[in-house]
C-alpha cells in the first residue's frame, strides 16, 4: 500500500515557475514508477510526465516537454514536477500516481494502469 500526498500547487501568473512535490508513504516507493497527471474543469485526465523507479528515465507530454521537469528524490520519498514557463491552459487539478508495472511511456501515460493516487493539489495559472 502507498499512500500519496501532493503539494506545491496555488496561484501564478503566466510565464511563472511552481515546484509540486509528491510525498509518499511506504518503504518501497523506490520500486514505483511515479507520473503526474492533471485535469483542468470539463476536461479529461491527462498525462503530464512520468519517471520510472530507478530515476533514469523520463517522459513528458509534448504540451510540458522543455518547460516542465520530473525528478524524484528516493531517500525522501517524494517525486518533484518543475513547472516553468507556466500559461494559462496549465491550469488544472495536478496528481500524482504510482505503479509496479513495467515503465514503458504506454504504460505510464495511461491512468488505468497506475495503482495508487493522490488527491491532488490545484494549480491556477492567470493571464
Known amino acids: 500500500q502507498v499512500q500519496l500526498v501532493e503539494s506545491g500547487g496555488g496561484l501564478v501568473q503566466a510565464g511563472g515557475s511552481l515546484r509540486l512535490s509528491c510525498a509518499a508513504s511506504?518503504?518501497?516507493?523506490?520500486?514505483?514508477?511515479m507520473g503526474w497527471f492533471r485535469q483542468a474543469p470539463g476536461k479529461e485526465r491527462e498525462f503530464v510526465s512520468a519517471i520510472t523507479w530507478t530515476g533514469t528515465t523520463t517522459y513528458y507530454a509534448n504540451s510540458v516537454k522543455g518547460r516542465f521537469t520530473i525528478s524524484r528524490d528516493n531517500a525522501k520519498n517524494t517525486v518533484y514536477l518543475q513547472m516553468n514557463s507556466l500559461k494559462p491552459e496549465d491550469t488544472a487539478v495536478y496528481c500524482c500516481?504510482?505503479?509496479?508495472?513495467?515503465?514503458?511511456?504506454?504504460?505510464?501515460?495511461?491512468?488505468?494502469?497506475?495503482?495508487?493516487w493522490g488527491k491532488g493539489t490545484l494549480v491556477t495559472v492567470s493571464s
Open positions: 511506504g518503504r518501497t516507493f523506490s520500486s514505483y514508477s
Open positions: 500516481a504510482a505503479t509496479q508495472k513495467s515503465g514503458t511511456l504506454i504504460t505510464l501515460a495511461t491512468p488505468a494502469a497506475m495503482d495508487y
